[in-house]
């Protein structure tokens, strides 16, 4: 399983974690999606190695325009 995870400074409710995880939850292989609201980070663990402008091209279609990845 590989992980990958993003700040998203704009994350701040439940309709945000609903819209993220709608977009990411669209692309082949995510197996799951993490979003802690206070950390405003976005975990997403997925099958197969997702290319990262790939999930943030998701969490950009979601309405989230800043998207870093966490180093």
Do not use: W
């Not at 997925?46 to 966490?70: D, F, M, Q």
């Amino acid at each position: 399983m590989k992980t990958e995870q993003f700040h998203v400074p704009g994350i701040s409710c439940q309709h945000c974690v609903r819209a993220v995880t709608d977009e990411v939850g669209k692309l082949v292989g995510v197996a799951s999606i993490t979003i802690d609201l206070p950390s405003k980070v976005v975990t997403v663990a997925s099958e197969n190695t997702l290319a990262a402008e790939t999930i943030v091209a998701a969490i950009r279609e979601a309405g989230y325009e800043e998207v870093a990845p966490v180093l």
